[in-house]
């Protein structure tokens, strides 16, 4: 099994930064796709930005785009979301999952593996 584990996460102003971290620890894959979801209260959990993990090929949602930026690290076992010009509506718990296969998969019921999400709040 796999083990998700995000942090990063707080309180920013509007037009601010900030990097969410999601340490992968367990198995190992040499094949998966990691991404990002989040879920505002009231709303359902969207998807925000996923990876390959051996090639890199990246899928951003049309809400984040130019202004998210979805990373890893291979040999830490590391995904990172850095979210700049942040914005009140970015505020979500915010979710890093994952899946075996080298294909970007958008659909959060395709995921198997979930970290316990991590608290975004963006102030105006």
């Known amino acids: 099994q796999v083990q998700l584990v995000e942090s990063g996460g707080g309180l920013v102003q509007a037009g601010g930064s900030l990097t969410l971290s999601c340490e992968a620890s367990g198995r190992t894959f040499t094949s998966a796709c990691m991404s990002w979801f989040r879920q505002a209260p009231g709303k359902e959990r969207e998807f925000v930005a996923a990876?390959?993990?051996?090639?890199?090929?990246?899928q951003l949602a049309d809400s984040v785009k130019g202004r998210f930026t979805i990373s890893r690290d291979n040999v830490e076992n590391m995904g990172y979301l850095q979210m700049n010009r942040l914005k009140p509506d970015d505020t979500a718990v915010y979710y890093c999952a994952a899946r075996t296969g080298d294909i970007l998969v958008l659909e959060s019921y395709a995921y198997n593996y979930w970290g316990q999400g991590t608290q975004v709040t963006v102030s105006s």
């Open positions: 990876i390959t993990w051996t090639e890199g090929s990246t």
